[in-house]
């Protein structure tokens, strides 16, 4: 396996995983009911966009599963039994996971200017930072941050024209292209338009990961979030060459956010102690020497 590539997915699907939040109102099971879709991608859009003005700041806990393969094929398993997740949309959010016998095994943070993710268990030691303004836009659905709240409906939609709707049975299927190209497709139910699943793809067309959304709760009037979560990254050469995480957060709830918070929990640390650090620079990753 290519490490580089290894450490590039490794940010993404750990980035998609702080999308999934849970909350304390009873779950909305949704059947799969098939009802009338949108007539139009203006009308199916302009769903979304209102759901993005409903978000609000939240804080939740729970608990997460990862499975990987290491260079060495073999598969890891980590169980992270204690994850605090603070979120202050559209583009501040901070995760920590902490494993049984390491504290801080995962950080992952963003604010207007920067963002970053620390993996601290032996085997990874890796933190990755950037800045927003060196990311290339051919490059931003992968290694942007702020992609981490699409699973909340908060969304960046963009140009319109770049949008094409379809039905398949109880879903709405909205599609993105960029350059002639699939870059993303989300299955709504047709008829409470929560998601079910988000595909991502790269700038070839090929699927690079997908997550499946389950269990809404309101978390605020007119805002829904999925209690559950499960996503998978697509190996490039074979199945042990995949990622797939579990996360389930049991409490969620809006959350005053704070000047203090905001300095402790959305600026970005120095990275000591880690075996290797990369830095994104112009689009690109490099690794710094320690």
């Known amino acids: 396996m290519n490490y580089q590539h290894y450490n590039l997915r490794l940010y993404i699907y750990f980035a998609a995983a702080i999308l999934m939040f849970a909350g304390c109102a009873p779950e909305i099971q949704e059947p799969v009911e098939i009802v009338p879709g949108k007539e139009s991608v203006a009308e199916a859009l302009s769903v979304l966009k209102a759901r993005s003005q409903n978000a609000v700041p939240m804080l939740a806990k729970g608990r997460c599963v990862l499975k990987y393969y290491d260079e060495d094929k073999k598969e890891r398993k980590e169980s992270l039994p204690m994850v605090r997740v603070v979120v202050n949309p559209p583009v501040e959010i901070y995760l920590q996971g902490d494993a049984t016998l390491v504290n801080k095994a995962i950080v992952l943070g963003s604010n207007e200017r920067e963002f970053w993710l620390a993996l601290r268990p032996e085997e990874i030691s890796t933190y990755w930072w950037g800045t927003w ?158």
């Open 133 to 290: 303004a060196g990311l290339d836009s051919s490059e931003g659905l992968l290694i942007n941050s702020r992609t981490v709240f699409e699973a909340l409906g908060i969304m960046q939609i963009g140009a319109e024209e770049n949008w094409s709707l379809s039905n398949e049975g109880a879903f709405d299927v909205l599609t993105r292209r960029e350059q002639g190209e699939v870059t993303k497709r989300i299955y709504l139910y047709s008829r409470s338009y929560l998601f079910k699943k988000i595909e991502y793809f790269d700038s070839k067309g090929q699927a690079l990961a997908h997550t499946e959304l389950d269990g809404y709760k309101e978390v605020s009037e007119g805002f829904f979030v999925p209690a559950s979560i499960k996503i998978i990254a697509h190996g490039q050469n074979s199945s042990e060459d995949s990622l797939s995480i579990d996360l389930n957060l049991k409490s969620i709830g809006p959350k005053k956010i704070t000047e203090g918070m905001r300095n402790y929990y959305f600026k970005r640390p120095e990275p000591r102690g880690f075996e290797h650090v990369w830095v994104n620079e112009n689009g690109k990753w490099t690794e710094q020497q320690q």
